[in-house]
T-cell receptor, first 114, second 113 residues
Framework: AQSVAQPEDQVNVAEGNPLTVKCTYS??????LFWYVQYPNRGLQFLLK??????LVKGSYGFEAEFNKSQTSFHLKKPSALVSDSALYFC????????????FGTGTRLLVSP | EADIYQTPRYLVIGTGKKITLECSQT?????MYWYQQDPGMELHLIHYSYGVNSTEKGDLSSESTVSRIRTEHFPLTLESARPSHTSQYLCASSGGQFNQPQHFGDGTRLSIL
């Protein structure tokens, strides 16, 4: 069975500082990994995905994520945080061995202070 | 922006009423999903469909039902609403390739009095 863990309920960072939101996963086959962001009273917005290839994936709004197969991690990063990045972030994984059901983590709230 | 629409955005209604939450997408996606999410919390898959006339229950048991008569339309129905159904309901769709992301609507926030 596939699963994903986001160990931090909340991450606090000052504006201008780098941010990292952690995600680890477990799948039977090859992982397909996704990051989504959710703003208040909105649905989830897709940020980036890892399918294959380069371990560093670049996405929307200056976000990037690093795939680490040995550590089964897919941490979300941004070099310089903005107050407007404050939102709820979800990591998700699906594998290629069955129907493509996406499994979401429990979410991490990012709070960027001015 | 993905073209997936949910109506109504907000609904406050009394116990025992029949409710239908609408979800439509204009992207021609074959797969559609319904998630239940309490505010600021994790998502729970309650129904999914991978084509017309195909529906399956998700991981979280739900008293709701769904139908998929047209590709673009995936409504969710509660025959008799109860306060325990109070939650946010998110609809999503994805294209045929399984490495493609799901696209989400903005949700319906449902409150049952």
């Amino acid at each position: 069975a596939q699963s994903v863990a986001q160990p931090e309920d909340q991450v606090n960072v000052a504006e201008g500082n780098p941010l990292t939101v952690k995600c680890t996963y477990s799948v039977s086959g090859n992982p397909y990994l996704f990051w989504y962001v959710q703003y208040p009273n909105r649905g989830l917005q897709f940020l980036l995905k890892y399918i294959t290839g380069d371990n560093l994936v670049k996405g929307s709004y200056g976000f990037e994520a690093e795939f680490n197969k040995s550590q089964t991690s897919f941490h979300l990063k941004k070099p310089s945080a903005l107050v407007s990045d404050s939102a709820l972030y979800f990591c998700a994984v699906r594998d290629d061995t069955g129907f493509q059901k996406l499994v979401f983590g429990t979410g991490t709230r990012l709070l960027v202070s001015p | 922006e993905a073209d997936i629409y949910q109506t109504p955005r907000y609904l406050v209604i009394g116990t025992g009423k029949k409710i239908t939450l609408e979800c439509s997408q204009t992207m021609g996606h074959d797969k559609m999903y319904w998630y239940q999410q309490d505010p600021g919390m994790e998502l729970h898959l309650i129904h999914y469909s991978y084509g017309v006339n195909s529906t399956e229950k998700g991981d979280l048991s739900s008293e709701s039902t769904v139908s998929r008569i047209r590709t673009e339309h995936f409504p969710l129905t509660l025959e008799s609403a109860r306060p325990s159904h109070t939650s946010q309901y998110l609809c999503a769709s994805s294209g045929g390739q399984f490495n493609q992301p799901q696209h989400f609507g903005d949700g319906t926030r449902l409150s049952i009095l």
